[in-house]
């Protein structure tokens, strides 16, 4: 058959990331003697001088503590982001000894939740928070956009480690249970390089309240009027049933270990795990795998009209080259912060708009456009202390 495709024209190199939550570690403190037992009598010090010293020797010692124990920040969310966050914390605590980060990459949903209730410093989430949720929260919000996503369509088909190619309606019919073999005549048709097999298609779903699930969604609801009413479009779907993983890991756990499984993973989570990504068909009616090029084709068609709080969405977008299934991830900061934790978490944003978006590629993101960069930067310097 004819079909339009966009191959990708680079492909970035494999990656590998740590799956921790905690970046470092506490220094001991240090234990100092400070008086000698054989001290000589005859320059015993006055007591004027005794308390000079141990005013000097305290000094030294918070000094000491302080540079001992770093400033923690605390911040949970996006598995999606999880791979580029604990990159960046580690590059960043690499030359900024005095803070360290603890991020715990439990959901878009359960960030969104911590963040609302003050439990962490800042949130991360792959869709920007509902007006509901900005109600809720405790004081003005600013979504700050960090990087690119694509959000993929992998699968695992004993003896099968081509890519496969989908349509939007035949994805949105999968999700909907409505298309139940790997035969179906309507994959097949559009598979005539593959032998397809008579197997069951095993749904992999995102059990906990996701952003990836939210951009998954998004995206079917926007190409398939029938699954946005009936599965809906959110962090948390109504799936038909399957089996349910836990974060982006779990997803690709479970579709690994289960012969006929088809999943929605984080591009990078696909690549270093090596299981086949599929092209999906985009607005244009061209079929595109996702890959750095495709997600900045995407993102591109919307930089220009970038709203100002970037509470933006780019799924199904526009363009012969875009990937249909991309987006942006964000982090989430109040627009007032405590001085000290304030003061840290703007130098960190800053640095990941600079040195932090060339560490981007390694890891299968796209860094964000200069036109946005430059309007994030701004958005960044107007976060202010209490």
């Not at 696909?270 to 084709?297: D, E, M, Q, R, T």
């Not at 591109?300 to 987006?327: C, H, L, Q, W």
């Amino acid at each position: 058959m004819n079909r339009n495709i966009l191959e990708p024209t680079a492909k970035a190199g494999d990656a590998r990331f740590v799956s921790g939550q905690a970046i470092g570690s506490q220094r001991k403190g240090i234990k100092m003697n400070i008086f000698n037992r054989g001290l000589n009598r005859k320059l015993r010090p006055t007591r004027g001088q005794v308390a000079s010293i141990c005013c000097a020797i305290l000094a030294i010692g918070f000094s000491l503590s302080a540079t001992a124990r770093p400033l923690l920040i605390n911040a949970a969310g996006s598995s999606f982001a999880f791979p580029i966050y604990s990159k960046w914390f580690h590059a960043y605590g690499a030359t900024h000894k005095s803070v360290q980060f603890n991020y715990q990459s439990i959901g878009s949903g359960g960030g969104i939740h911590q963040f609302q209730n003050k439990t962490v410093d800042f949130g991360a989430s792959d869709v920007p928070m509902t007006p509901a949720e900005m109600a809720k929260a405790p004081g003005k919000v600013f979504h700050i956009p960090t990087v690119l996503g694509a959000v993929c369509i992998t699968y695992d088909l004993p003896g099968i480690k081509s890519s496969l190619y989908f349509t939007p309606d035949v994805l949105a019919d999968i999700y909907m249970a409505k298309i139940t073999k790997w035969n179906d005549p309507r994959i097949v048709a559009e598979n005539p390089h593959v032998k397809m097999p008579n197997l069951p298609i095993i749904l992999v779903t995102r059990s906990d309240s996701s952003g990836t699930n939210a951009v998954f969604t998004e995206y079917l609801g926007k190409v398939s009027p029938m699954f946005k009413k009936t599965v809906g479009v959110g962090k948390i779907g109504r799936w038909p049933g399957g089996l349910g993983g836990k974060g982006n890991a779990g997803v690709t756990s479970l579709v690994e270990q289960n012969p006929g499984a088809i999943g929605y993973v984080e591009l990078v989570y696909a690549a270093s795990n090596h299981l086949p990504i599929a092209y999906v068909k985009n607005a244009a009616g061209v079929y595109v795998k996702p890959s750095i090029a495709s997600v900045v084709a995407a993102a591109a068609t919307e930089a220009p009209k970038m709203p100002s709080d970037f509470r933006v969405s780019i799924t199904n977008a526009p363009g012969k080259k875009a990937y249909p299934i991309s987006s942006y991830t964000f982090i989430l900061v109040y627009t007032k912060m405590p001085k000290a934790k304030g003061q840290a978490i703007v130098r960190f944003l800053d640095w990941a708009m600079g040195p932090g978006q060339r560490l981007t590629k390694a890891l299968y993101y796209a860094p964000l456009p200069r036109s946005v960069e430059a309007k994030v930067r701004a958005k960044i310097k107007q976060i202010q202390f209490d």
